[in-house]
């Protein structure tokens, strides 16, 4: 049997990252931030801004991530 834990948020960004969704981050301060995922980790999110730069967001300032598209939650073997 496995116990792996699915983490909802890796997948979620995981998937906006591969595919190149834009995705649009809502700051806790009510910022918004429009971009592409270069990356992640357990505190950080790597954006290529709309702007032009490349940001680096904490996750603990984040309030939502929206991107266009379905997101998919597969369960695999």
Known sequence: ???RTIVLQDVYLNQARR???PVRIKMLDGEL???IVRGFDSFTVILDADTGTSEMIYKHAIASVVHHGTAVFEKRA
């Open 1 to 3: 049997m496995n116990n």
């Open 19 to 21: 595919e190149r969704i």
């Open 33 to 35: 931030v429009r971009g």
